[in-house]
């Protein structure tokens, strides 16, 4: 995966840079906001996930691990553990997610896609990731929703490639019990490269 | 059905997210300076404090309260209204001194069992504002309506309030590691303001205050001694400071 511009903004951010920070955002903000949108059955919903997964960014500053200096795959892990974890995880940040704008355009939207659900993912996938531990959401996450490298999520995840791998398999293995789901892929796994017809 | 973020939301936002890294580099970003002994000694001689060189005087290095501290002593539950907060207050940094009783608590948390005193320390939000660092979720206290004291009945206790911009404001050091300026979540200092006697600001000792107050508890309130008030240097003693007023 190709180093990110982000790498450099979120240098000078940590060193008191706002609009490094600013910066940040709009490079990773899309992906996050569509993650959030797989996983959340509003649209409210997904903006307040997005909305935290930044705050938590600045808050746990000092513990975010860059992959090839990206901070997308901490902010999407971390978009993953809001989603499904939402009102615990968001707890802290009502007031704060309370003053930002919510638009008419969105409010209609939300409406929709509450009637269709969560965007992208599988009803039936969403239920059994939900009854996951929360480290093995962001895994999966991060390699069935969002194509990243084994390698590369265990390290956003302060792991072993090797704890990843076995991690993995052990949630293929429970996915597979719990739901009539096509196979999982790792672009890096050997083992989902055989499961994949 | 989109999938990208709705514009005005993203925007406030941004808006928000720009401003976390000045703040915390404010908060967090300069470092108390470590008074010279040349400097202490120049101070003491003229017996008045003023900038030497490049080095400035500890009461300026801490963080001054935003207006004049409160200090009060009562007996039983009360709510405690403060002077209106000046414009750029985040907090009221409370410390509840509790002489007798089992409970002592506040908006901010509590502090439960027979040992005494009990000190509940807090900082209670005055206004809606975001506070990235700030991990406990409490409404705002309105100041008009005041500082709820949540104890037994009959039990005395002292409340010492200040309007503060944040968690930790700043505090000096002086060369003999004594610390000087308003308490914080993180440090409590040596040395904490009050209104003097003459109602100037000076400092007294935290400790005089709270934990080894030396201290009658009477039907109304609390009485004690005078406390020795000093001046920015953190040594000349400038007055005193009456610390027996009742909450009325």
Same mark, same amino acid.
């Given at each position: 995966?190709?180093?990110?511009?982000?790498?450099?903004?979120?240098?000078?951010? &940590?060193? =008191?840079?706002? +609009?490094?920070?600013?910066? #940040?955002?709009?490079?990773?903000?899309?992906? #996050?906001?569509?993650?959030?949108?797989?996983?959340?059955?509003?649209?409210?919903?997904?903006?307040?996930?997005?909305?935290?997964?930044?705050?938590?960014?600045?808050?746990?500053?000092?513990?975010?691990?860059?992959?090839?200096?990206?901070?997308?795959?901490?902010?999407?892990?971390?978009?993953?553990?809001?989603?499904?974890?939402? *009102?615990?995880?968001?707890?802290?940040?009502?007031? !704060?997610?309370?003053?930002?704008?919510?638009? /008419?355009?969105?409010? /209609?939207?939300?409406?929709?896609?509450?009637?269709?659900?969560?965007?992208?993912?599988?009803?039936?996938?969403?239920?059994?990731?939900?009854?996951?531990?929360?480290?093995?959401?962001?895994?999966?996450?991060?390699?069935?929703?969002? =194509? @990243?490298?084994?390698?590369?999520?265990?390290?956003?995840?302060?792991?072993?490639?090797?704890?990843? *791998?076995?991690?993995?398999? *052990?949630?293929?293995?429970?996915?597979?019990?719990? $739901?009539?789901?096509?196979? &999982?892929?790792?672009?890096?796994?050997?083992?989902?490269?055989?499961?994949?017809? | 059905?989109?999938?990208?973020?709705?514009?005005?939301?993203?925007?406030? &936002?941004?808006?928000?997210?720009?401003?976390?890294?000045?703040?915390?580099?404010?908060?967090?970003?300069?470092?108390?300076?470590? !008074?010279?002994? $040349?400097?202490?000694?120049?101070?003491?001689?003229?017996?008045?404090?003023?900038?030497?060189?490049?080095?400035?005087?500890?009461?300026?290095?801490?963080?001054?309260?935003?207006?004049?501290?409160?200090?009060?002593?009562?007996?039983? +539950?009360?709510?405690?209204?403060?002077?209106?907060?000046?414009?750029?207050?985040?907090?009221?940094?409370?410390?509840?001194?509790? !002489?007798?009783?089992?409970?002592?608590?506040?908006?901010?948390?509590?502090?439960? =069992?027979?040992?005494?005193?009990?000190? /509940?320390?807090?900082?209670?939000?005055?206004?809606?504002?975001?506070?990235?660092?700030?991990?406990?979720?409490?409404? +705002? %206290?309105?100041?008009?309506?005041?500082?709820?004291?949540?104890?037994?009945?009959?039990?005395?206790?002292?409340? @010492?309030?200040? @309007?503060?911009?944040?968690?930790?404001?700043?505090?000096?050091?002086?060369?003999?590691?004594?610390?000087?300026? %308003?308490?914080?979540?993180?440090? %409590?200092?040596?040395?904490?303001? #009050?209104?003097?006697?003459?109602?100037?600001?000076?400092?007294?000792?935290?400790?005089?205050?709270?934990? $080894?107050?030396?201290? /009658?508890?009477?039907?109304?309130?609390?009485?004690?001694?005078?406390?020795? $008030? @000093?001046?920015?240097? =953190?040594?000349? %003693?400038?007055?005193?400071?009456?610390?027996?007023?009742?909450?009325?």
């Amino acid at each position: 995966m190709n180093s990110r511009p982000e790498g450099a903004d979120w240098s000078a951010a &940590l060193k =008191g840079d706002g +609009p490094a920070f600013g910066r #940040v955002f709009d490079a990773a903000h899309p992906r #996050v906001y569509r993650h959030a949108r797989r996983l959340c059955a509003s649209i409210h919903d997904a903006e307040d996930v997005t909305a935290g997964a930044f705050l938590e960014l600045w808050r746990r500053r000092d513990k975010v691990t860059l992959v090839e200096g990206s901070v997308t795959p901490w902010l999407l892990a971390t978009t993953t553990n809001l989603a499904l974890n939402q *009102r615990r995880g968001l707890r802290r940040y009502q007031t !704060f997610l309370a003053r930002l704008p919510r638009t /008419e355009a969105a409010a /209609e939207d939300a409406a929709e896609t509450a009637l269709a659900g969560a965007l992208g993912v599988d009803p039936l996938l969403l239920t059994a990731i939900r009854d996951l531990p929360s480290l093995d959401q962001q895994l999966l996450a991060l390699v069935a929703l969002e =194509g @990243y490298p084994l390698a590369d999520a265990a390290i956003a995840l302060n792991m072993s490639t090797q704890a990843a *791998r076995s991690r993995w398999q *052990r949630i293929r293995r429970r996915l597979t019990r719990a $739901a009539p789901l096509g196979p &999982l892929t790792a672009p890096d796994d050997p083992h989902t490269s055989r499961s994949t017809p | 059905m989109t999938t990208t973020l709705d514009t005005i939301f993203a925007q406030a &936002l941004r808006r928000e997210l720009v401003t976390l890294p000045a703040q915390t580099s404010r908060a967090w970003g300069r470092k108390p300076i470590v !008074f010279g002994s $040349a400097a202490l000694l120049a101070l003491l001689s003229v017996g008045t404090v003023t900038a030497v060189a490049n080095l400035r005087p500890p009461g300026e290095v801490a963080a001054a309260p935003l207006a004049a501290p409160v200090l009060v002593n009562g007996v039983g +539950p009360a709510t405690v209204a403060l002077p209106a907060a000046p414009a750029d207050a985040r907090y009221v940094r409370i410390e509840l001194i509790c !002489f007798d009783g089992t409970l002592c608590a506040s908006p901010g948390g509590s502090i439960k =069992g027979s040992s005494t005193p009990k000190i /509940e320390r807090a900082s209670l939000p005055v206004n809606q504002a975001f506070d990235p660092d700030n991990v406990q979720i409490l409404e +705002p %206290i309105d100041p008009s309506v005041g500082v709820p004291v949540i104890v037994n009945p009959g039990t005395h206790w002292r409340l @010492y309030a200040l @309007y503060v911009t944040g968690l930790n404001p700043e505090i000096a050091k002086l060369e003999d590691s004594t610390t000087l300026g %308003i308490p914080g979540n993180d440090v %409590i200092p040596d040395l904490v303001p #009050v209104q003097a006697d003459n109602g100037d600001l000076a400092w007294v000792r935290y400790d005089e205050l709270t934990n $080894a107050a030396l201290v /009658e508890l009477t039907p109304a309130g609390v009485r004690q001694a005078p406390l020795r $008030a @000093y001046g920015k240097d =953190g040594v000349t %003693i400038v007055g005193q400071a009456d610390v027996s007023k009742l909450w009325r």
